[in-house]
T-cell receptor, first 113, second 114 residues
Framework: DGGITQSPKYLFRKEGQNVTLSCEQNLNHDAMYWYRQDPGQGLRLIYYSQIVNDFQKGDIAEGYSVSREKKESFPLTVTSAQKNPTAFYLC????????????FGPGTRLTVT | AQSVTQLDSHVSVSEGTPVLLRCNYSSSYSPSLFWYVQHPNKGLQLLLKYTSAATLVKGINGFEAEFKKSETSFHLTKPSAHMSDAAEYFCVVSLNFGNEKLTFGTGTRLTIIP
């Protein structure tokens, strides 16, 4: 089955620690995205990548970093510089950049205490 | 620039009655429009999309939406609600060219009353 996997589903970290969220897709899509979801705010774009070894900042990139060394993988690191990291994180991919529809993974809920 | 407004944060309907979720958009150019559904603690699933073809778009699970340029609206409807329709729904807009981003509405939570 083709799709997007995110791991882990739930993640707990202490304040001040960096944490990396995994995202893998086997859809052969060129573009991949990371979103943050907070209650009542919809989805906000953190980073996106349209090709291997290239990525661009989204609307809320501060405190986050990404890499795109392989077409199928787009990990997100939440650094200690992110002031409010507790959120639901969603990874998505699309054949190309918009307006192609995006396909979403199941999400990772990160809790930082 | 582009933006999208979902007019209701919460909608409740009885099972078997029609569903209407309202969405208005703003876009400098001809947009693509999408509706996504999200069940609790899950990712988003595409319900339907409009990309400048037919203005009435049919999606999965009996949902459909009509693009009305004069009203800048893209409302989502379903003739008869089912308990499994209870979820959060997002209206999304994108330009048709030169833009790498989708812009999401803040979501409408749909509750189905048995």
């Amino acid at each position: 089955d083709g799709g997007i996997t995110q791991s882990p589903k739930y993640l707990f970290r202490k304040e001040g620690q960096n944490v990396t969220l995994s995202c893998e897709q086997n859809l052969n899509h060129d573009a991949m995205y990371w979103y943050r979801q907070d209650p009542g705010q919809g989805l906000r774009l953190i980073y996106y990548s349209q090709i291997v070894n290239d990525f661009q900042k989204g609307d809320i990139a501060e405190g986050y970093s990404v890499s795109r060394e392989k077409k199928e993988s787009f990990p997100l690191t939440v650094t200690s510089a992110q002031k409010n990291p507790t959120a639901f994180y969603l990874c998505a991919s699309s054949m190309r950049l918009s307006p192609f529809e995006q396909y979403f993974g199941p999400g990772t809920r990160l809790t930082v205490t | 620039a582009q933006s999208v407004t979902q007019l209701d944060s919460h909608v409740s309907v009885s099972e078997g009655t029609p569903v209407l979720l309202r969405c208005n958009y703003s876009s400098s150019y001809s947009p693509s429009l999408f509706w996504y559904v999200q069940h609790p603690n899950k990712g988003l699933q595409l319900l339907l999309k409009y990309t400048s073809a037919a203005t009435l778009v049919k999606g999965i699970n009996g949902f459909e939406a009509e693009f009305k340029k004069s009203e800048t609206s893209f409302h989502l409807t379903k003739p008869s609600a089912h308990m499994s329709d209870a979820a959060e729904y997002f209206c999304v807009v994108s330009l048709n060219f030169g833009n790498e981003k989708l812009t999401f509405g803040t979501g409408t939570r749909l509750t189905i009353i048995p």
